[in-house]
Structures are given as C-alpha cells and as structure tokens.
Nanobody
Framework: QVQLVESGGGLVQPGGSLRLSCAAS????????MGWYRQAPGKERELVAH???????RYADSMKGRFTISRDNAKNTVYLQMNSLKSEDTAVYYC?????????WGQGTQVTVSS
C-alpha cells in the first residue's frame, strides 16, 4: 500500500504561484505513474498532470505552460509547480499513485485563487 499526503495549498491572488507537494509513505522509485487531479465545486474530478518513472509528463490542455510536475525519488515526493494562477484553478487538488495494480489517493489540499 501507499499513503499519500499533500501539502502546499492555500489562498493566492490571480497571477500568483503555489507549489504543491505529495509525500509518499514508501519509496516511489518503484511507483511508475503518479500525478495530480483536481475537483472544483460542482464539477467532476479532472486530470491536471501525470509523470512516469521515466519522467515523461503530460498535462491537461488548460495547464500546459503554467503547471510543471516533477518528482524527487530520493525524497519520495511529487511536486506540482503552479504559476500564473487563475480563479478557475480554484479546486481541491488530489495526488495519486498507481502501484501494483491499484490506485491510491491523498486526502486533497485546497487551492483558492482570489483577490
């Protein structure tokens, strides 16, 4: 099993930046797929970004050029750097990991973009 704990959310003004962290309870060296989803009030959960063990990445179209996903295997942590934030980025952001045929989720961290 894998426990995931997100941190780094908060309130930020439009145009600002935040970096989310997702710390895993075990080595992520053997975890291939990890990433972030988000869910805004009244909307379905949507993929934000995904990263493989080989450091291949993919992003939702609305995040390309603004968000960057990365992973540090030594720290068992995945990051999401979010720049040029917009009000529509307000959501709960969830970290996930695929490990041995199962998908694991963190508890989520709230990101609010507002002036």
């Amino acid at each position: 099993q894998v426990q995931l704990v997100e941190s780094g959310g908060g309130l930020v003004q439009p145009g600002g930046s935040l970096r989310l962290s997702c710390a895993a309870s075990r080595s992520i060296f053997s975890i291939n797929g990890m990433g972030w989803y988000r869910q805004a009030p009244g909307k379905e959960r949507e993929l934000v970004a995904h990263i493989t063990g080989g450091l291949s990445t993919r992003y939702a179209d609305s995040m390309k050029g603004r968000f960057t996903i990365s992973r540090d295997n030594a720290k068992n942590t995945v990051y999401l750097q979010m720049n040029s934030l917009k009000s529509e980025d307000t959501a709960v952001y969830y970290c996930y990991a695929y490990f041995r045929g199962a998908q694991y989720w963190g508890q989520g961290t709230q990101v609010t973009v507002s002036s």
